[in-house]
C-alpha cells in the first residue's frame, strides 16, 4: 500500500511555473484584510496564498510587519527585493520581502489587472506577530459614516457613535477625518467648569460646621 504523498509547504520563494499554476489554479484565497490569527495559521501550515482586489474601497492588506528599515547613523539597510516573473509572455515585477524582525517570516507579491497575490511563508523557525502593530487604515466606506456621525456633532460624540457600529478606529483617526467636516462641533477646551450649585452647598457645610465647633 503506497504512504499519502506528504503536502507541498512553499517554504521559498515561487518560481514563475509555480505563480502561474497556482494562479490558474485558484489556489490563492480571496482576502479583504490581514489579521493576526490569518497569519498565525504559518504555524501549522508553514505558507498562505492570498489576493486582494485593489480595486475595492474595503481593501486592506497592510499587515503591520516592518518590511524595509534604515539607520541613519550606521546607514544600513534593509529593504524588499525586486525580480521579474514572466507568466504568459508578461512581465510582471515579483517584491520579494522579509521580516525586519524575524528574517524566517517572508512574502512576495504580484499585482495583476489590480488583484494582488500574496505568498506569505515561513523558510524556517515560527510565526510571530509584530511587537507593536500599527493601526490599520480606516476604509473608504468608513471614513465616509464617520464623516457623516460628524456633521453637528463632537469629535467625542462621533467617536462613541463609531464604536456603537463596530468600527474598530481611534480618537485620533476620529480627530483626523474632522479636519474635512466644516459642521463639526468644537468641544470646549480645558478642564469642564465647577458646578457651582455643589461648590454652594460644600461652602455652606463648611460655614455650619465652623458655627457649631464655636459652640
Not at 160 to 175: P, S
Amino acid at each position: 500500500m503506497k504512504a499519502k504523498p506528504k503536502p507541498v509547504f512553499f517554504n521559498k520563494n515561487l518560481s514563475a511555473i509555480e505563480w502561474k499554476n497556482l494562479i490558474k489554479g485558484e489556489k490563492f484565497e480571496n482576502c479583504v484584510s490581514v489579521y493576526p490569527d490569518l497569519l498565525k495559521r504559518l504555524d501549522e501550515e508553514k505558507s498562505i496564498l492570498l489576493k486582494f482586489d485593489l480595486s475595492s474601497k474595503d481593501t486592506n492588506v497592510d499587515d503591520g510587519h516592518q518590511w524595509s528599515f534604515y539607520d541613519a547613523t550606521t546607514h544600513f539597510r534593509h529593504k524588499p527585493k525586486y525580480k521579474r516573473v514572466t507568466i504568459d509572455g508578461v512581465w510582471y515585477r515579483n517584491t520579494q520581502s522579509t521580516d525586519y524582525k524575524n528574517t524566517s517570516f517572508r512574502k512576495e507579491t504580484i499585482v495583476i489587472d489590480q488583484i494582488c497575490f500574496v505568498h506569505y511563508f515561513l523558510a524556517d523557525g515560527s510565526y510571530i506577530e509584530p511587537m507593536r502593530r500599527r493601526k490599520a487604515k480606516i476604509a473608504d466606506r468608513e471614513a465616509d459614516k464617520i464623516r457623516s456621525f460628524l456633521e453637528n456633532r463632537t469629535i467625542t460624540e462621533a467617536w462613541d457613535l463609531a464604536k456603537a457600529e463596530g468600527m474598530n478606529v481611534t480618537r485620533l483617526q476620529v480627530r483626523n477625518l474632522a479636519r474635512r467636516v466644516e459642521t463639526v462641533i468644537k468641544e470646549p477646551a480645558g478642564c469642564p467648569k465647577k458646578n457651582l450649585p455643589v461648590v454652594e452647598e460644600f461652602n455652606l457645610t463648611r460655614l455650619l460646621a465652623t458655627l457649631l465647633a464655636r459652640k
